[in-house]
């Protein structure tokens, strides 16, 4: 068995990275083509400004083609297979579904880890590079993309207002704090172009100083404000939900979105990020379902038929569950998982039907 499984996976991984660099460099060379000239516009005229951005796109382009590079090469494995024959002998040799689809196991075990590794690790961090360059569509703009202009702060009773690009990078400038009474009621206005941590508060710098009752304003050099902010919890408040790591989603979470952000929302995409990273591994599992069942039903073309119908029916209704997750109209666990569960038991029934 080992030696069965050491062969379909160097030829299921090759084909797969084959597959993957195939669609990955198609699906960039069209977004190059539509925005190379807003790209070197944006650099002053720097075309290698160009390259910097397709370096950032990889990651969150493969991450998307993955899936379907697993579908296609699952299907290319197969087919090599029944054509020559060894589909035939696996079969006659009593090897089960299950049998076949443990043979795909490690390279489809790995896929999942890379998926897993892509969305949480390395396309967050190329998204906020980005996001902060404003390039093409990435113009933060939305609640959704964390692109609101402005964050918003509570500290005990005081309100802070800070730009976003500001909080992104957990610096303390152009800031303005709303102070309030115990009722609520505003009793002065602050905006500093910069504060830095002291003993039991922060130091305001060049700062404005607003009094309500009475009606007064002056400038001041410095001017100490007893209030609390963190520093490492801005970016989960001002970035874009994809920009963040799954634990920084769950602390973001345990928060309640620390009074800024959906909780429901973090959670639909923690929830995604760890169903997506199954995709790899049950469109792979499908195409060895539909081989089994359909092998005496004519052949290749219609498990490659059913495999692709079933498949693409799983990408779009994977994208239209996340969408209404988004949205409110499902909620988090459904959102993600609904249609990993359908196609689950797809493959499930299948995998009957054909041992029945």
Same mark, same amino acid.
């Given at each position: 068995?080992?030696?069965?499984?050491?062969?379909?996976?160097?030829?299921?991984?090759?084909?797969?990275?084959?597959?993957?660099? &195939?669609?990955?460099?198609?699906?960039?060379?069209?977004?190059?083509?539509?925005?190379? $000239?807003?790209?070197?516009?944006?650099?002053?005229? =720097?075309?290698?400004?160009?390259?910097?951005?397709?370096?950032?796109?990889?990651?969150?382009?493969?991450?998307?083609?993955?899936?379907?590079?697993?579908?296609?090469?699952?299907?290319?494995?197969?087919?090599?297979?029944?054509?020559? %024959?060894?589909?035939?002998?696996?079969?006659?040799? *009593?090897?089960?579904?299950?049998?076949?689809?443990?043979?795909?196991?490690?390279?489809?075990?790995?896929?999942?880890?890379?998926?897993?590794?892509?969305?949480?690790?390395?396309?967050?961090? !190329?998204?906020?590079?980005?996001? #902060?360059?404003?390039?093409? #569509?990435?113009?933060?703009? *939305?609640?959704?993309?964390?692109?609101?202009?402005?964050?918003?702060?509570?500290?005990?009773?005081?309100?802070?207002?800070?730009?976003?690009?500001?909080?992104?990078?957990?610096?303390?400038?152009?800031?303005?704090?709303?102070?309030? $009474?115990?009722?609520? &009621?505003?009793?002065?206005?602050?905006?500093?172009?910069?504060?830095?941590?002291?003993?039991?508060?922060?130091?305001?710098?060049?700062?404005? =100083?607003?009094?309500?009752?009475?009606?007064?304003?002056?400038?001041?050099?410095?001017?100490?404000?007893? /209030?609390?902010? #963190?520093?490492?919890?801005?970016?989960?408040?001002?970035?874009?939900?994809?920009?963040?790591?799954?634990?920084?989603?769950?602390?973001?979470?345990? %928060?309640?979105?620390? @009074?800024?952000?959906? !909780?429901?929302?973090?959670?639909?995409?923690?929830?995604?990020?760890?169903?997506?990273?199954? /995709?790899?591994?049950?469109?792979?599992?499908?195409?060895?379902?539909?081989?089994?069942?359909?092998?005496?039903?004519?052949?290749?073309?219609?498990?490659?038929?059913?495999?692709?119908?079933?498949?693409? !029916?799983?990408?779009?209704?994977?994208?239209?569950?996340?969408?209404? @997750?988004?949205?409110?109209?499902?909620?988090?666990?459904?959102?993600?998982?609904?249609?990993?569960?359908?196609?689950?038991?797809?493959?499930?029934?299948?995998?009957?039907?054909?041992? !029945?």
């Amino acid at each position: 068995m080992s030696v069965l499984v050491r062969y379909i996976s160097r030829r299921f991984g090759l084909l797969l990275i084959m597959t993957a660099t &195939v669609l990955t460099a198609l699906s960039l060379a069209f977004e190059l083509l539509e925005e190379t $000239d807003n790209i070197i516009k944006a650099s002053d005229g =720097r075309a290698a400004a160009v390259l910097w951005y397709a370096l950032l796109r990889v990651p969150d382009v493969t991450s998307k083609m993955l899936p379907i590079a697993a579908l296609l090469a699952a299907l290319a494995t197969v087919g090599l297979m029944m054509r020559h %024959n060894e589909m035939v002998a696996l079969w006659s040799g *009593g090897v089960s579904s299950a049998g076949v689809m443990r043979l795909f196991l490690p390279v489809a075990a790995l896929m999942c880890v890379v998926q897993f590794a892509l969305d949480d690790r390395v396309v967050p961090s !190329t998204l906020t590079r980005l996001y #902060d360059w404003g390039v093409g #569509d990435f113009r933060r703009s *939305g609640m959704l993309s964390g692109g609101t202009k402005e964050v918003w702060l509570l500290s005990g009773n005081d309100v802070i207002r800070l730009p976003a690009h500001n909080a992104r990078r957990a610096r303390l400038e152009d800031l303005t704090i709303f102070r309030r $009474d115990a009722a609520g &009621v505003l009793v002065e206005q602050l905006h500093a172009a910069a504060a830095v941590p002291g003993q039991g508060g922060w130091m305001l710098h060049d700062v404005s =100083r607003y009094s309500v009752a009475p009606a007064r304003g002056e400038r001041l050099a410095e001017l100490f404000w007893p /209030g609390r902010i #963190d520093l490492e919890h801005l970016s989960l408040i001002s970035a874009g939900l994809r920009e963040l790591s799954l634990n920084q989603l769950l602390t973001l979470i345990a %928060n309640q979105g620390f @009074g800024q952000r959906p !909780t429901a929302l973090a959670l639909t995409w923690a929830h995604a990020r760890v169903a997506n990273s199954l /995709g790899p591994l049950l469109v792979a599992a499908l195409v060895i379902a539909c081989s089994q069942v359909y092998r005496r039903r004519g052949g290749f073309g219609i498990v490659m038929l059913s495999s692709l119908a079933i498949g693409f !029916t799983y990408f779009i209704l994977d994208n239209i569950g996340l969408a209404l @997750g988004e949205s409110g109209f499902l909620s988090p666990w459904l959102a993600a998982w609904s249609s990993k569960v359908v196609l689950i038991c797809t493959i499930g029934s299948l995998m009957l039907r054909h041992e !029945t």
